[in-house]
């Protein structure tokens, strides 16, 4: 019985419309088929003989050209409205265009008032223009390609772990513990006081709940948001922003950390530019033009590595550049971080071995004499600085019961401490902060432009 039912018209996606010339050709040597595309109108174009509409469903920057009768355009069939067009597929005779849809009826399923609506046929807006409006703003193709290179990045960066062998853990967004050091928390405030009994804050790193999970699984990964309440206009932080974050147990040396690091970053980039190179292009094309082709010649450079010490030495020979003058054990500034990545190339810059007294509790001693350092490792990329941060964790329970105690911390961190009790091993990890890196491969200036709802200080919208 199900036989004679009659068959719905394939839905024509917009994705499936970036055909080589070939597949056009194949498509277009059978019978046209009935079809229907919905979407949004990005132009309307009436002549006398014919109609012309692009619409976009959100799956690509291709639009798909529907062809109509003049009678079938109304009123309401404006920039911004919401249509359902059938009819049937067609190999197009323009030159840009590999298909087309001959429309037989045009729907208009939700109209838009074109007049008040902030966007505007076929203007290239300002991405200050846009993050006006976190409403409306992934209408626009700029935003739109951002949030699919966003999404493609994530599905990379999962199966990159995936393919490595590690597990995927969801680590808590609430929490006790505030990684010390890591940045300024959010207290979680409930109208009923006490809800937790202790103070609760929202994560600023999953790292020691990952440092948990290595302790079982080996490699873990988790990625999701953290927050951090740093009172900061600046291109390049968030409140509520996305990391990456690995750790990796039975590993002695911060290089192999370091490796990990290379390689996902490496790996993620390169199946971006493969999966979504339209997007990519928009991005090298009208937002950061002298980014076209750096990243291709990126991925075939090995990233440098250059001590905190040598980094020092590098700095003071052009102190006078410097609002803050760089001495050994004083942490390094954008504008010194922005400096060793033009002197040693361009090119992605590890900097490794940081002062002991500059990094947090769980960075392993290096144990090296007058300047004590840790195995600490920062990566910093062109136009940005930092981009991840990772060390070696101090496993030896001496070691870390004493540092504990120096800072007063032993008793909130007696867990912390079971884990170097019961089955130690020698272990490290890093974070990589998901909008920087996204700001890094499209050249994009402001982090607010990278992410679907930022959120800073003194603005939450929506
Ligand atoms: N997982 C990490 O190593 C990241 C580090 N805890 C940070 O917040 O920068």
Not at 65 to 84: I, K, N, W, Y
Not at 353 to 382: I, S
Request: glycine fraction near 6%.
């Amino acid at each position: 019985a199900y036989d004679d039912q009659v068959q719905l018209p394939k839905r024509v996606v917009c994705s499936e419309l970036e055909l080589s010339g070939r597949d056009a050709a194949a498509a277009a040597s059978t019978a046209p088929e009935p079809a229907c595309g919905c979407g949004w109108v990005r132009s309307v174009r009436s002549q006398k003989e014919v109609l012309f509409l692009h619409i976009n469903d959100g799956s690509s920057l291709e639009n798909l050209q529907v062809v109509a009768d003049p009678s079938l355009g109304t009123r309401d069939l404006t920039f911004g409205s919401a249509v359902e067009v059938q009819g049937k597929l067609v190999k197009s005779p323009h030159r840009m265009q590999n298909m087309e849809l001959k429309a037989e009826t045009i729907r208009v399923v939700g109209p838009c008032d074109t007049w008040a609506f902030p966007l505007k046929m076929k203007e290239r807006h300002p991405l200050e223009y846009v993050r006006q409006f976190p409403h409306l703003r992934c209408r626009n193709n700029t935003l739109s390609s951002l949030l699919r290179v966003r999404s493609e990045a994530t599905a990379a960066i999962h199966s990159f772990f995936k393919e490595s062998g590690y597990v995927h853990i969801h680590t808590p967004i609430i929490t006790s513990n505030d990684c010390e050091g890591a940045g300024e928390l959010f207290q979680i405030e409930v109208k009923k006081n006490h809800f937790f009994d202790v103070p609760a804050f929202l994560t600023v790193s999953g790292q020691l709940h990952l440092e948990v999970m290595a302790g079982a699984f080996t490699h873990v990964f988790t990625f999701g948001p953290t927050f951090r309440a740093e009172n900061s206009q600046s291109r390049r932080h968030l409140a509520e922003f996305y990391m990456v974050e690995a750790e990796l147990s039975f590993t002695e040396s911060l290089q192999d950390i370091m490796q990990v690091m290379e390689d996902l970053f490496k790996t993620a980039t390169s199946t971006v530019l493969s999966k979504c190179p339209h997007d990519v292009e928009l991005f090298h094309k009208y937002i950061a033009p002298a980014q076209k082709g750096r990243l291709e010649q990126m991925l075939k450079k090995r990233f440098v590595t250059i001590t905190y010490s040598e980094a020092v030495e590098i700095l003071k020979q052009a102190s006078q550049a410097f609002t803050f003058k760089p001495e050994w054990g004083c942490d390094l500034q954008t504008e010194h971080e922005k400096y060793l990545v033009k002197h040693c190339g361009e090119v992605p810059l590890f900097v490794i071995n940081y002062p002991y007294d500059l990094k947090p509790f769980y960075m392993r001693d290096n144990e090296d004499g007058p300047q004590h350092t840790v195995a600490a490792v920062d990566l910093l990329v062109p136009g940005i600085g930092e981009l991840c941060g990772g060390s070696l964790r101090e496993e030896r329970l001496p070691f870390i019961e004493s540092r504990l105690q120096r800072l007063g911390l032993a008793d909130a961190y007696q867990w912390y401490l079971d884990l170097r009790k019961f089955g130690s091993v020698p272990h490290g990890g890093f974070g990589m902060g998901f909008e920087r890196y996204l700001q890094y491969i499209l050249g994009v200036d402001n982090i607010k432009d990278v992410i679907p709802f930022p959120r800073f200080s003194h603005s939450c919208l929506l």
